[in-house]
């Protein structure tokens, strides 16, 4: 067994486990934190010089059918492995976060479980070397999400939003399939191993391209959220239980995007630049229109929601930008993005647990002088996802900001995909209005209702640690954004010479 | 000590200091703040060593992210600007942590108030020392966040919690400019770095697009120098703690516009008609805002407009032809003198418990001689007369403008010369002469020597500053002409100060009512309305179309086709999740065998 298998399959193991009785929470603990461990690991162990696009690290393969050749497949990128740590790391927290919420709705089994499903889905596709695999492991994650807000979720709807968002995915799980055959077929169908695929990826005629790349692009956009197919997510991730609100926005979410840059972008080179210009208008619908609306909400956990579908814009920019610099922007996006609103979330609930409410008129202010430490964890939390220095964030923002502006450093002649960086960039102005503007409410301000929040408690030195956790990961990678960037460059570079052409 | 051990260690000394608080010590205030003071004074010390350095030095620069050819570093450019800044900066620094161990002594949030300070001198040298634009920008954030804990500092206030909000929102805006102007840089120079632009700008072909970046890159001196359109925050910031306004809305954060200004000269000299913006938006912003601070009460609000009426006169020497060595003397004696008068105008407050109108306080001269003394040697330099240093930095600025030709700039900038002796003998007459107006002021007594001292050694610098320059030689001294310029500007020093005094002199309220002034000009009710209309009517409509509109067609439409098909249908009414992703899953295996083989 490798390190890959390992790390896919213990969540697996911890769940099995489980369901024979052990502890669930102990149990999930100790899962997630050997995971952590075996990633920790892999990333000492993984080479910085992988030499061309479609090498990976630690491969794996097992066959389990001969005809059609079905591997169940595992290995490494650069992009998986920073994928890879994103998970081990938001899992951990979401397992440990919010014990209360579990106990209160009975079935602790359940809940735990859900949430290591949930990991081992998606790192088992973001490790796939293998498109089957890479798609019916996130298919595996999709199930116990759904789950989840069905039965733990908070609020009276809860049973609606988990239809929504179930059938929502579905479609969207449907058309990326059709895309995905489309591809197969277009490649001959003999195979479906990454590697096979790249060797052959060059030769599907521009046509085909542009067609099957439009599908996916739909397909990997609805689960990513892409503007106008968001409307699933804020209402899901506002009524979902905490881990799964963590574990899906922060890591499942990024399925889509790695698909693209993964899958999407080195195959069909001529329908990454055909649609560039469509891509550019859907996201800035992400970032500005979304933005605008984030704004308008009342409710924290529908604010993140809406938030963290907002920020998938920049990531979108990243790619659309398509060159080294832009890319890297958008991996490290998806990394920072993922942690910081895991963080956010877990916060939420904490707020959520002690106040019964997120509504931010409800909640009134001063929350800060009963719980400076929530306060203080929550405040580094906001200013991450604003892109403050120092945080992973505005690393990656920053590399996304020039990536766009990269094509031109030749021309001096401004194009379409320089206009939407510079609009993009209003969304760091959005995106402190509305953060500031739920901190200050909640947070500053004189003490509300005094005799209502008298017993209200701190945050534990238990209940920090999740907290902690993910802020150190932030500030580590924001002040030597390197630690990640060297496993990704090879990669990345091999992808922006294809769409160079 | 070598000269990067220098360097890095006047960086990172502050960030330790405040890392260590917020890690360590928060919990006994007093130490925190000793060790806060001890960090600063060790980076003034370290600033003087420094001075030894010649013009051309630059510490080891550090790596912070790096893609092929593009690389972005954190590199210490050890000129003598920098030189002369930090001095600036650590000085005022070392006085204002000195003077808050009084201020603050007993304040339940001394030890966060310490480590803020710390965070601050932090960010603010990582402006200083910057040799690049993205290293710029990274500081030019952090000191716009520790300027939000500043001034946020009594957080359970909520003018304070909003002050602070708005004025990390309003630079905000400047900053979106500000990375649109450093990208154009970029795109049109090939380089962050301001050695390889200074380079390339001789090169630059394209006129318009380098004026568009100029004008950008203003933007981040408009937010942070809070120049109109901008400058509502700055008044709003005086909620924060006194010495927080002495040091970083009126001495070094406020001035790193001007200091960025200064450090691009090249650029703005290229981009002749974003100069003349520039000068013009800088000369606008010191008339409004002087008046605007002849009818204000609140003794720090007077002072916070002539601060943005100052820092309008640097601005706008910083887009006059051969200006710019004269606005960044006027940032240095203008630092010594109103970081003194804010430290006085704190220590009148901390006397007349935490009173600020001006018209509850009154006859402060005996009770308080030696804040009195100060404040007027401060007031004297802020109205420039003759032989205080404020006057030689002055007179540079508004002969720089009309040596320039600039007479639309100069006019300006003479009618400011009439405006502030008028408001600040205002200020004076009816805060400290007369009789004292209220209980508290009548209870006043001098504030303890921890206080005192810094006040009496920045009164000392308001009236020599000028005379030593130091690192800043090159840029500006004491050096007098008599011209039309001198002449009008000495006029309206007189004419200020008998008009302030015959009006004021002996008032208990205030016979002049100039509703425009006093309410700013409305500017903060203009710009609330646009805030709503886009917060509220906007926000609000996209988030009625989003879901009304967009959910309904994206979301049941779908839906509503699959559940017309039997397929799905059956699965709903089996009502069970688990068992439609069993099959889903099941489905999808048996599609692609199907479609495949």
């Known amino acids: ?501 | 000590m070598d000269v990067n051990t220098i360097a890095w260690l006047i960086l990172l000394l502050p960030l330790a200091s405040a890392a260590v608080i917020l890690l360590g010590t928060k919990k006994s205030a007093g130490i925190s703040a000793l060790i806060s003071t001890g960090s600063v004074i060790a980076t003034l010390v370290l600033s003087f060593l420094l001075l030894a350095q010649p013009d051309t030095a630059a510490a080891k620069p550090l790596q912070w992210l790096s893609l092929g050819d593009f690389e972005v570093t954190i590199g210490l450019k050890l000129d003598s600007l920098a030189q002369g800044m930090m001095i600036i900066v650590t000085g005022i620094g070392t006085l204002v942590h000195v003077f808050s161990l009084g201020y603050m002594h007993d304040d339940a949030g001394k030890a966060r108030f310490f480590a803020g300070l710390s965070q601050f001198m932090f960010s603010m040298t990582g402006i200083v020392l910057a040799d690049n634009f993205a290293m710029m920008f990274i500081f030019w954030e952090l000191v716009g966040v520790s300027s939000y804990i500043l001034i946020g500092h009594w957080y359970d206030k909520d003018s304070a919690a909003d002050a602070a909000k708005k004025a990390f929102l309003v630079n905000r805006i400047g900053d979106f400019g500000f990375m649109i102007g450093i990208l154009l840089v970029w795109v049109l120079t090939g380089s962050i770095y301001f050695d390889e632009i200074a380079k390339a700008i001789g090169g630059v072909q394209n006129a318009n697009l380098l004026n568009a970046a100029v004008l950008l890159v203003f933007c981040g001196a408009v937010g942070k120098s809070a120049q109109l359109p901008l400058h509502v925050w700055l008044p709003d910031a005086m909620e924060g703690p006194t010495p927080v306004s002495a040091l970083i809305h009126a001495a070094t954060m406020v001035a790193a516009g001007v200091y960025m200004l200064a450090r691009v000269s090249f650029l703005v000299g290229a981009a002749e008609m974003a100069a003349d913006t520039i000068a013009i938006i800088g000369g606008a912003t010191a008339l409004l805002a002087a008046l605007m601070a002849t009818q204000q009460n609140d003794i720090k609000r007077v002072l916070a407009y002539s601060t943005l009426s100052q820092l309008g006169y640097m601005i706008m020497a910083q887009g006059l032809h051969d200006g710019s060595d004269a606005g960044m003397f006027h940032l240095y004696t203008h630092a010594w003198f109103k970081a003194l008068l804010f430290l006085g105008s704190g220590a009148v407050i901390f006397a007349c418990h935490h009173e600020q109108d001006i018209w509850k306080m009154g006859g402060l001269r005996q009770k308080m001689p030696i804040t009195f003394w100060t404040f007027l040697i401060g007031t004297a330099a802020l109205i420039a007369v003759p032989g205080t240093s404020g006057f030689w930095s002055k007179e540079a600025i508004l002969e720089a403008a009309w040596h320039d030709h600039n007479y639309l700039v100069w006019g300006l900038g003479i009618a400011v010369a009439f405006l502030t002796p008028f408001y600040m003998t205002r200020l004076f007459v009816v805060a400290f002469l007369g009789k004292p107006r209220t209980k508290d002021a009548d209870h006043a007594h001098e504030v303890s020597p921890i206080m005192w001292v810094p006040l009496a050694i920045l009164a000392v610098m308001a009236v020599i500053s000028a005379y030593i320059t130091g690192p800043l030689e090159a840029k500006g001294h004491v050096a007098f002409h008599m011209s039309l310029t001198a002449i009008l500007s000495l006029a309206g020093l007189v004419v200020g100060v008998l008009a302030g005094w015959k009006l004021y002199a002996g008032c208990d309220r205030d016979p002049v009512n100039i509703k425009l002034f006093a309410n700013k000009f409305y500017l903060d009710e203009l710009y609330l309305g646009i805030v709503r209309l886009f917060q509220d009517f906007v926000g609000m409509t996209f988030d009625a179309v989003d879901r009304y509109l967009i959910e309904p067609i994206t979301v049941r439409l779908p839906a509503l086709a699959a559940m017309s098909s039997g397929y799905v249908l059956r699965l709903l009414q089996v009502g069970n999740l688990q068992a439609y992703g069993f099959l889903f899953g099941l489905g999808a295996v048996v599609l692609i065998w199907l479609i495949v083989f």
């Open chain 1, 1 to 501: 067994m490798t390190l890959v298998e390992f790390i896919v399959f213990a969540p697996l193991l911890a769940v099995l486990a489980i369901l024979f009785g052990s502890p669930a929470r102990a149990t999930a603990i100790v899962a997630a934190v050997a995971n952590l461990a075996a990633a920790g690991l892999m990333t000492l162990r993984f080479p910085v010089e992988v030499e061309s696009k479609g090498q990976v690290i630690f491969a794996s393969s097992r066959n389990l059918l001969a005809s059609p050749n079905l591997n169940l497949a595992f290995g490494l990128d650069g992009i998986s492995l920073v994928l890879v740590i994103l998970t081990v790391l938001v899992t951990l927290a979401a397992v440990w976060a919010s014990p209360a919420e579990g106990r209160i709705k009975g079935n602790v089994k359940l809940y735990y479980s859900s949430s290591l499903l949930i990991a081992s889905g998606a790192l088992g596709a973001f490790c796939a070397t293998d498109l089957f695999f890479f798609y019916a492991f996130h298919e595996l994650a999709l199930i116990p999400t759904f789950l989840m807000i069905g039965i733990f979720g908070s609020g009276e709807n809860r049973k609606r939003t988990a239809w929504t968002i179930t059938i929502f995915l579905g479609v969207g799980s449907l058309i990326l399939l059709a895309g995905l055959i489309a591809l197969l077929v277009e490649t001959g169908g003999k195979s479906f191993a990454f590697a096979d695929l790249y060797a052959v990826g060059d030769k599907i005629p521009a046509d085909a391209q542009k067609n099957i790349y439009l599908i996916l692009l739909i397909g990997f956009g609805i689960l990513v959220s892409l503007f106008p197919f968001h409307s699933w997510a804020p209402p899901a991730y506002a009524q979902a239980p905490t881990p799964v609100a963590m574990l899906h926005a922060g890591v499942l979410k990024k399925f889509g995007l790695y698909g693209l840059i993964r899958v999407a972008m080195p195959l069909l080179p001529e329908g990454a630049a055909h649609w560039q210009t469509l891509l550019l208008v859907l996201l800035l619908g992400n970032i500005l229109i979304l933005g605008l609306v984030t704004i308008a909400q009342r409710r924290l956990d529908t604010l993140l929601g809406y938030s963290s579908v907002m920020h998938m814009g920049y990531v979108f920019l990243g790619i659309a930008s398509g060159n080294t610099i832009g890319l890297h922007g958008a991996v490290l996006l998806m990394f920072a993005h993922g942690i910081s609103i895991a963080l956010l979330f877990a916060l939420a609930g904490a707020v959520r647990e002690r106040m019964g409410t997120l509504d931010m008129d409800e909640l009134g202010g001063g929350l800060a002088k009963k719980a400076p430490a929530l306060g203080l964890l929550f405040g580094f939390a906001a200013f991450a996802s604003i892109g403050l220095p120092g945080f992973a964030n505005f690393a990656a923002e920053v590399m996304v900001f020039f990536g766009s502006f990269q094509p031109i450093l030749e021309t001096k002649k401004l194009g379409a995909l320089q206009w939407a960086g510079i609009l993009s960039l209003w969304g760091v102005v959005i995106s402190a209005v509305y953060m500031l503007r739920a901190y200050r409410k909640i947070f500053k301000g004189p003490l509300t209702d005094k005799d209502a929040k008298a017993g209200i408690a701190d945050l534990t030195l238990t209940e920090r640690a999740p907290a902690l956790l993910l802020i150190v990961a932030l500030m580590a990678v924001g002040f030597v954004p390197g630690l990640l960037l060297k496993y990704l460059t090879p990669t990345l570079e091999a992808i922006a010479m294809s769409l160079k052409g």
